[in-house]
């Protein structure tokens, strides 16, 4: 008998709030990597630093190299002094100073409201309701808003990370290999935050392939899934992209029989998104709202470098789909008893 459709509590496993990590380890790649196999089974303790001890000359490292910026905007509302968090998800019309935002908490901001920035420099007004907390609004500011950003922004830190903002977060809530002409996303890979130049540089050498997608992480990560049937869950559309040289490269490798290590959940949705019905990656760009979830019936072999995610996070559905439930909650529950640290700062995960 085929097994059920899988239930959000199915993947839940309490994390205990030590646990979570509050801060970056000192250096990227002294993190600890948990490796899961699929074929047998079993799950074993490992560091990051042996990462490239598992990929072999001729494999190919696919990595997702979106910018983070600094998108998180703390105002007050107008005509008293509650602090609203503003998250920019995108810039709509530049002209109409348009955005597309998430705001914090949603049951105070209503269309027609102002939230004051700057110290009463810039506001935005609420002018539309997207989603339970998604708005759009039309900022004073005119022109490029990128100045004022860079200024006052913060990065968009989860919410579970409870410490207040520090300027460290800006240079390590962001990958050493972001391309610094894509800097729309409201957060980085997570997965690829553990990489440093010098082993990039060392996994090159040795002779693997490392080849970019780029997939712009959007509201999804602000939009947790509220509901029991995780198959009701719709995501939110993101700008990707998978050109044709990456495209090359990792159906080259697929048909001699070489790995593909992707790294970060949003790397293997960029991928999915250019898959055609022949199992062959094609060069595609584009608007994706692709959701995996299981069962999923992958195009392509791969094996994932990932986080550990919140249970309520599209990221740990698709790694579900990838490990399979049961092997996903019994990784995690080794990985708590062992003392991982969790989340976006927090050590690695290698499903092979």
């Not at 490796?35 to 490239?52: C, H, L, Q, T, Y």
């Not at 390590?172 to 890979?189: D, G, L, S, Y």
């Not at 553990?194 to 990560?221: P, R």
């Not at 995690?332 to 640290?341: F, P």
């Amino acid at each position: 008998m085929a097994p059920g459709p899988v239930k959000l509590s199915d993947l839940y496993v309490p994390i205990p709030p030590a646990s979570i990590a509050q801060q970056p380890l000192p250096k990227r790649d002294n993190s600890r990597m948990l490796v899961a196999d699929r074929s047998s089974g079993e799950i074993r303790d490992d560091k990051f630093k042996n990462f490239p001890k598992y990929v072999r000359p001729g494999d190919v490292l696919v990595l997702n190299d979106t910018k983070a910026f600094p998108s998180h905007l703390i105002g007050v509302k107008e005509k008293g002094d509650t602090r609203i968090d503003v998250y920019l998800i995108r810039e709509l019309q530049r002209a109409e100073r348009l955005w597309d935002i998430v705001v914090e908490p949603a049951r105070k901001v209503r269309i027609g409201n102002r939230v004051f920035f700057d110290g009463g420099r810039v506001y935005c007004e609420i002018i539309e309701n997207t989603t339970t907390r998604g708005r759009i609004a039309r900022f004073s500011y005119e022109g490029d808003m990128t100045p004022l950003i860079n200024r006052i922004g913060l990065m968009a830190l989860p919410q579970y990370i409870t410490r207040e903002h520090t300027d460290e977060d800006r240079e390590r809530f962001q990958t050493v290999f972001a391309h610094p002409t894509k800097r729309f996303a409201i957060a980085p890979p997570t997965a690829g935050l553990h990489f440093t130049k010098e082993m990039l540089k060392a996994l090159a050498k040795q002779g693997v392939q490392i080849v970019y997608v780029t997939l712009h992480i959007g509201q999804c990560i602000l939009e947790p899934i509220e509901m029991e049937d995780i198959s009701k869950y719709r995501m939110f559309s993101e700008y990707f992209e998978v050109s044709r040289d990456v495209a090359e490269t990792v159906n080259k490798a697929l048909k001699s029989r070489k790995n593909v290590y992707v790294v970060s959940c949003s790397t293997l949705r960029a991928l999915e998104s250019s898959v055609l019905t022949t199992n062959m990656l094609k060069p595609n760009r584009g608007w994706t709202d692709k959701y995996i979830f299981p069962p999923y019936d992958f195009k392509f072999n791969f094996r994932l470098l990932t986080n550990f995610h919140p249970h309520n996070s599209t990221s740990l559905v698709l790694i579900s789909a990838v490990a399979g439930s049961e092997l996903l909650v019994k990784s995690y529950r080794h990985a708590v008893k062992e003392g991982y640290r969790f989340f976006a700062y927090g050590d690695a995960m290698l499903i092979i």
